[in-house]
């Protein structure tokens, strides 16, 4: 393997401990701390998966600047400092040129991401191919601009392909749900592909442990459904119908109803913008039945917001409210542990957020902007794609509950939010918004609105 002729083969400086961190965890272990956390966390509606483990890494200096989520949390737990007061480095000079040759360029091997963070922009780790009977792993980074030719090194022998691949699976769904976040399906769903095959491909590979073999499926299967996502923010509809397909029949052979439960609430999701209404409620139901075994109120919470979906598509408004206030009455449990990791973006936003689509549905379009409005108000506007979808359904509310010049306003600034975002579903709904506003258009708003909306964004 060639080296990189950026960068000298000499090894990376080892990392200097964090001792103002370690000075706030106090007498507490690492365990208590990352529960106290974890607690922290649900505050404020966010979702981390904080450990002993974690706590060490950060400690140790191995972690220098957290991701987004746990910088909100420590901000949080100890208000008035900053970053650099914890401990951390800057995040732009962890995520700069330095950084991301550190990376790429010495073509370090996957590790267990459980909870990697962000030390260079957008990383996503990889797999490709497979040789004899080890597989080769790859590395790239991915922005959403385009990827980053992959460096490969070869897995020990003594190591079974599956294990050697489980971490970069796992990395490869949480840097997709990140890069989501922030710039929607439709530059994303082309790349995703690849690191999905291999990860059916790692599943054929031969026989391995029980406990690699069941992490792995839940692996392929939670990819599939991020990919399939993609597709569906995206417009490809068949393309997500047949993911999230694909991770069900993988949900069902491996018994894991956490992986079935997601599937099913996506294919709700799916049924309900393909129009077909009937079949959002079935599969929002049947993600509840399995859903009801993992002891996640947030869980049933979202699934019956599916379910409520489904019936304001139906038209049927008393089963659509009843849905609602399960929904409510669930969401208002609060968090737990048992809350999945995938569900990070369920907060009180996105419950506004679903509830005015549902309104919307069933024409009550004053209720529903009252709600779209909510979602707005509520939503960390780090998640910039579920900014700009609350923002669209605001401007498309108000337009048809006749607040024309509001709608524009709200309209206008969507369009400014799709300047980093591309999500064919929310480019839809403004399509759709302006050809309501379209009658009005000599108003001054409305007009600059649609002169915007005309214009190509990327």
């Given amino acids: 393997m060639t080296s990189s002729p950026h960068l000298p083969d000499a090894p990376a400086p080892p990392p200097q401990p964090n001792l103002a961190f370690r000075a706030l965890r106090g007498r507490r272990s690492p365990g208590e701390f990352a529960a106290a956390v974890r607690r922290s966390a649900r505050e404020i509606g966010e979702r981390v998966s904080c450990d002993a483990r974690y706590i060490g890494r950060v400690e140790a200096g191995e972690i220098r600047c957290p991701n987004y989520a746990y910088e909100r949390v420590f901000l949080h737990m100890f208000p008035g400092r900053t970053l650099a007061d914890l401990g ?109 095959r291999t990860a059916f491909e790692l599943l054929d590979s031969g026989t391995a442990s029980r406990d690699v073999t069941d992490r792995l499926q839940a692996g392929a299967g939670e990819l599939a459904i991020s990919v399939g996502w993609l597709a569906h923010d995206s417009g490809r509809f068949d393309d997500a119908r047949s993911h999230y397909a694909e991770a069900l029949a993988t949900a069902r052979v491996a018994g894991d109803d956490a992986l079935e439960a997601h599937a099913f609430c996506n294919t709700a999701f799916l049924a309900r913008d393909a129009g077909r209404p009937r079949e959002a409620v079935r599969a929002a139901q049947a993600a509840a039945r399995v859903g009801a075994r993992l002891g996640s109120p947030r869980l049933l919470s979202l699934l019956a917001l599916r379910e409520a979906g489904g019936w304001a598509g139906l038209g049927d408004q008393r089963a659509c409210e009843r849905a609602l206030a399960r929904a409510q009455a669930l ?16 907060g009180a ?18 209720r529903a902007a009252l709600h779209a409005r ?58 759709t918004t302006a050809r309501v506003l379209l009658p009005h258009r000599r108003a001054s708003g409305v007009a600059a609105f649609l002169t915007s909306q005309s214009k190509p964004r990327h």
């Fill in 331 to 346: 969401f208002a449990r609060g968090g737990t542990d048992a809350d999945p990791e995938w569900m990070s973006f369920y």
């Fill in 349 to 366: 936003a996105e419950l506004a957020g679903l509830e005015a689509q549902c309104w919307s549905a069933l024409g009550a379009w004053d």
């Fill in 374 to 431: 909510r979602a707005v108000a509520l939503q960390d506007p780090h998640f910039t794609r579920n900014m700009a979808l609350y923002t669209a359904e605001l401007a498309d509310d108000l337009a048809r509950a006749g607040q024309i010049d509001e709608a524009a306003a709200a309209g206008g600034r969507a369009l400014a939010l799709l300047r980093d975002v591309r999500s064919s579903r929310v480019e839809g709904m403004l399509a």
């Fill in 88 to 196: 951390f480095a800057p995040r732009s000079v962890v995520r700069g040129r330095g950084a991301r040759l550190t990376v790429a360029d010495r073509h370090l091997p996957p590790h267990d991401p459980q909870h990697h963070e962000e030390s260079d922009v957008r990383r996503r780790a990889f797999m490709t191919g497979m040789t004899g009977s080890t597989a080769t792993v790859a590395v790239a980074a991915l922005t959403p601009f385009g990827v980053v030719p992959p460096q490969t090194r070869q897995a020990p022998l003594d190591r079974h392909p599956a294990r050697a691949g489980i971490g970069a699976v796992e990395e490869a769904i949480r840097r997709i749900r990140l890069l989501d976040d922030r710039h929607g399906g439709d530059g994303l769903y082309g790349r995703a592909a690849a690191p999905l």
